[in-house]
């Protein structure tokens, strides 16, 4: 590199290092809107307990979290949806807010962001005319990498609930079991927790702390009725609820309930192969049809090219 291009990094790194400084410096001066409005609030009832703030354990943490914080909120009013995102987190069954799930966007999007930068200053020092069109690459690569993890949430939310129906039937039936042989609904619950693994059994997990700590059984299956994004799910809580309530066969319910969703596991099956089934005749189509065509008529075509006068 030339003494200039040596230069623009030099110049360009003091220069982002005093932006990080000053900033810190302001946002340690400026004082949050929470503690400002706090004396007035002090004798209304907290109706759920705020998130205490984060006290940085390392120098990063201390120098680029007030700014990660902003360009989270700054995302959080772009994109919107925070219903949603907070849903597709329960869902996914991740110890984590909106903000936090805003922060690593904004991670994501950063490293996006130096991955296309590299090679981008590196041709705009040869071309100076295209830096901005390559800046405005950089941009879209920003914007990538918060789209990006917010798709990799959704694949993870799918890949969960995909873990939660395979579990499904094992689990119901040996609840069913439990109860069959004249165990009650928690004691049933908390035996079946204690014996498996997995993410049904976590989501059961938390249902019986909920009703060890004063939660009706009931409330307790409405909840995880309402949190799940599965139907058959949803179902199971619902009737677990009911029966509990009502006092209906519970064994006879999750019997049914086990096989309607091994049921459906066999159609989903049957219809993959039925779509893998077509998939297969491409090659057969594309690949083993012409080379079977051209054995067939090459001896012919070879012997019309030599009685060929």
């Known amino acids: 590199m030339t003494p200039t291009a040596w230069g623009v ?66 995302v959080e009013r772009v994109l919107g949806g925070s219903a949603s995102i907070r849903r597709r987190l329960e869902r996914a069954d991740l110890e984590l807010t909106v903000h936090d799930f805003r922060v690593q966007q904004v991670v994501w999007g950063l490293v996006a962001f130096l991955a296309a930068a590299v090679p981008s200053l590196l041709v705009s020092l040869r071309a100076p005319d295209r830096a901005i069109p390559l800046l405005l690459c950089c941009l879209a690569a920003f914007a990538s990498g918060v789209l990006l993890r917010e798709n990799r949430l959704t694949s993870q939310v799918t890949q969960r609930e995909r873990r939660v129906l395979e579990e499904f039937p094992t689990v119901a039936e040996l609840l069913a079991l439990a109860v069959a042989a004249g165990e009650s609904p928690v004691g049933a619950l908390d035996r079946v927790v204690r014996r498996t693994h997995g993410e049904l059994s976590s989501d059961l997990r938390r249902v019986l702390a909920e009703v060890r700590t004063g939660t009706p059984v009931a409330r307790a299956f409405d909840d995880l009725a309402a949190r799940t994004g599965l139907p058959v799910v949803a179902r199971f809580a619902e009737g677990l609820a009911i029966a509990v309530e009502r006092g209906t066969p519970l064994a006879d319910v999750l019997h049914a309930q086990a096989a309607d969703v091994r049921e459906a596991g066999r159609r989903a099956l049957i219809e993959a192969g039925a779509r893998k089934e077509v998939l297969m005749m491409v090659p057969v189509v594309f690949l083993v049809l012409p080379v079977t065509v051209v054995f067939a008529f090459w001896p012919g075509l070879v012997g019309l090219q030599l009685v060929t006068p």
């Open 9 to 74: 990094v030099l110049g360009a790194s003091c220069g982002t290092g005093l932006l990080l400084v000053l900033d810190r410096i302001v946002a340690a001066r400026r004082t949050p809107f929470e503690v400002r409005v706090l004396p007035y609030l002090r004798d209304l009832p907290q109706l759920e307990s705020t998130r205490p703030a984060t006290i940085p354990t390392n120098a990063a943490a201390g120098v680029f979290g007030p700014s990660l914080r902003a360009a989270a909120n700054g």
